[in-house]
């Protein structure tokens, strides 16, 4: 195998572009061709929902709703990456706050071994024990286990003589995952970023990093029943927004509780696609489209035990979204004799707990964990601080405990114990679904400009349907078939044509391309004002891609593989000396296009990040989701796709450590 690296001076990203290139903003509305790659997913997320409501229309017993669970149950598990092993939680009581008619303790557990969990355990004096009891996963508001609404519901099933448990989340409150110790707050500021930051670590090793919230959460649950004071017959989940997620997350795994509520959370994928787009890797679990789960699945693997949609109208979560699925859930309740069972409780206000649909949850818990409708109104509440709640003696399990784990040392240690050897090129055929069509593929010609030696033809050409790649043909004066080669760079064709200039005054027909979602088909952000893009790209793609199925970076290889069709079926290119460059974020689909395309005689990848596995290693990354293989490590790395392209030449220009900088 030839394998050489080169070292170039750095150039950045978007020197050398021309609106010249750029030519389909003179012929349709801009915004519509950026739209492209959104609208060819969410057209395949609708066909995937589609088949699965012709499965749910078929349940018309409590034998189908069972065997739906089921599938839900190992479906989703699946994608989780398994759950963890159950360890002795090491449970001790750190202090105690009490009030005339309840008690708070502070509560230290270990969700994994040296993974502790900071929460509040709230203890009613009033009523006789076993009391009924409300496990309580928290949103991604400011303030964690201390923000305020949260108190509001906690201290209020207390007053009423209910036992409650609520904890501090991965990335919030008093577990912050990357702890910054001399900005005392987490390095990337927001708990949802640091969801996605660790999240794309967990996925590449092959779990959801949901794997560890919902662990977080059944073991608190597994704590909460170990207090005698609890009814372990009487147990409901509730929680809103990032705490609706788990709350839907944990009723439809746990057979444990009686009663369920999320707020704040449950639409339709539909409805997500359409709006806001997928959420925090936190609450997404790909492939779940792929596997046709969509939200209606976590109310029927309840049913039919009692369960409250509580929906806000001016929710951003689309309250169409959650009319429909209520509406789902409604006709399975009924046809197994359990229609009171479900509800739905929607308030005219934005997202959160607020008091209507706090006391629409309170009277259902009552209902249906103390055997009587409770319309008594909240009561006042005495509100804490955070430090006064808090469980450690520094406010961070970070620096309290010595040798802390996270979910970044518990991944790198998944990945050793996960891991194989001996894969081959076929494990990367198989894990990026590569399907290409193949023939030659339709075009479009948008004209050409003449140059001193030769010419450029402007053109589209079509991937699949649905997708249509802009292209630049670079095409040198004279006759007779030549050499070819593929240029696709991370910022475009426009970024290329230096490049291109150069090659095609050597003899060369150069081909310049925009892969799907780069360059004039860059997906719009609705998150561009936001860290998000600066951290992530296109993380909305990235995400919508692997829910349905198929990573983004192999639907980028597959329009390469369709750009060796279109040349190999022109009659001025010698179909055998077909080159490729990759450059950006486009090097990891040029090197899968190339290690599973005999037809490219020789690749350039320049600028490419230097492995997966350095990914998992650094604590931040920048720009990886759109390379993200779901579960790529436990098979391969970038450096073995290198190695499986053999005999054929690979030359690899500045590889980039995971920041995007320069490796030294």
């Known amino acids: 195998m030839r394998f050489v690296i080169f070292t170039l001076l750095f150039i950045p990203a978007f ?112 009523g006789v024990a076993p009391h009924p009891a409300i496990l309580f996963p928290l949103g991604h508001e400011q303030g964690a286990k201390a923000h305020e609404a949260w108190q509001y519901v906690l201290i209020t099933f207390a007053k009423r003589g209910y036992v409650c448990l609520a904890w501090d989340t991965i990335g ?69 927004s990032g705490g609706g997620t788990h709350t839907a997350y944990l009723a439809a795994l746990d057979d444990r509780f009686a009663a369920a509520a999320p707020s704040c959370y449950i639409t339709s994928w539909k409805r997500l696609l359409e709006t806001i787009g997928p959420q925090d890797a936190e609450q997404c ?56 069972r479900v509800a739905k409780f929607e308030h005219d206000d934005g997202h959160g707990y607020t008091k209507p649909r706090r006391l629409a949850a309170y009277k259902w818990f009552s209902k249906y964990l103390a055997g009587k409708e409770d319309d008594s109104p909240e009561p006042e509440v005495k509100i804490l601080s955070e430090e006064e709640l808090w469980c450690t003696t520094t406010g961070q399990v970070a620096t309290t405990f010595n040798g802390e784990e996270n979910v970044f040392t518990l991944n790198r240690k998944r990945y050793t114990s996960v891991k194989q050897g001996g894969a081959t090129v076929d494990a990367l055929r198989l894990m990026i679904s590569w399907s290409p069509r193949t023939g030659a593929p339709m075009v479009k010609p948008y004209g050409w400009v003449e140059r001193d030696g030769y010419r450029v033809e402007k053109l589209l050409y079509e991937s699949e349907p649905g997708i249509w790649i802009p292209s630049t043909v670079y095409i040198p004066s004279g006759s007779g078939r030549r050499a070819a080669l593929i240029l696709a760079f991370g910022a475009g064709k426009s970024s290329a044509h230096s490049e291109a200039e150069a090659q095609v005054k050597q003899g060369k027909l150069v081909l310049a391309v925009d892969l799907r979602g780069l360059g004039e088909t860059r997906a719009i952000s609705e998150r561009s004002g936001s860290d998000w893009p600066r951290y992530f790209g296109d993380y909305e793609s990235s995400m919508s891609a692997l829910l349905t199925g ?107 450590n995971p920041l995007g900088q320069r490796r030294r």
């Open 15 to 126: 020197a050398q572009t021309s609106s010249e290139w750029n030519f389909l903003s003179n012929h349709v509305d801009g915004r519509e061709i950026a739209q492209m790659l959104p609208r060819y997913l969410r057209a395949k997320a609708d066909q995937l929902l589609l088949e699965r409501k012709a499965q749910i229309a078929k349940i018309s017993s409590t034998q189908d709703l069972h065997a739906r669970r089921q599938y839900f149950r190992e479906r989703f598990t699946k994608a989780l990456g398994g759950l963890p092993e159950r360890t002795p939680l090491n449970a001790r009581t750190a202090g105690t706050i009490e009030f005339p008619d309840y008690r708070i303790e502070k509560v230290i557990f270990e969700s994994q071994p040296g993974f502790h969990v900071t929460a509040n355990l709230y203890l009613p004096k009033t």
């Open 285 to 340: 679990v790909p492939p779940s489209l792929a596997h046709g789960l969509d939200h209606g699945d976590f109310l029927l693997a309840f049913a039919p035990k009692p369960y409250l949609m509580l929906t806000a109208i001016r929710d951003f979560f689309s309250i169409d979204g959650a009319r429909e699925t209520f509406a789902e859930a409604q006709r399975v309740y009924d046809q197994v004799g359990a229609g009171a």
């Open 172 to 240: 919030q409150g008093e577990r912050i995952q990357m702890w910054d110790d001399d900005f005392k707050e987490s390095k990337v500021i927001r708990s949802t970023t640091e969801h996605t930051m660790l999240g794309l670590q967990t996925l590449l090793v092959g779990d959801a990093l949901a794997r560890y919230t919902i662990w977080d959460g059944i073991r608190a649950l597994d704590y909460l029943l170990s207090r005698p004071e609890v009814d372990p017959k009487r147990v409901g989940v509730t929680g809103n």
């Open 550 to 656: 198929k990573p983004l970076v192999a639907m980028r290889a597959e329009d390469i593989a369709r750009a060796v069709d279109y040349l190999a079926g022109r009659a001025d290119v010698n179909s055998t000396q077909i080159a490729l460059h990759g450059r950006e974020v486009a090097a990891v689909p040029a090197l899968f296009a190339a290690a599973l395309d005999s037809r490219i005689a020789m690749l350039t990848v320049e600028r490419m990040v230097e492995s997966y596995e350095s990914v998992i290693r650094n604590r931040i990354h920048r720009q990886q989701w759109e390379n993200a293989v779901q579960g790529a490590l436990r098979q391969f790395d970038l450096p073995d796709v290198v190695r499986w392209i053999a005999p054929r030449p690979v030359k690899v220009v500045e590889l980039l």
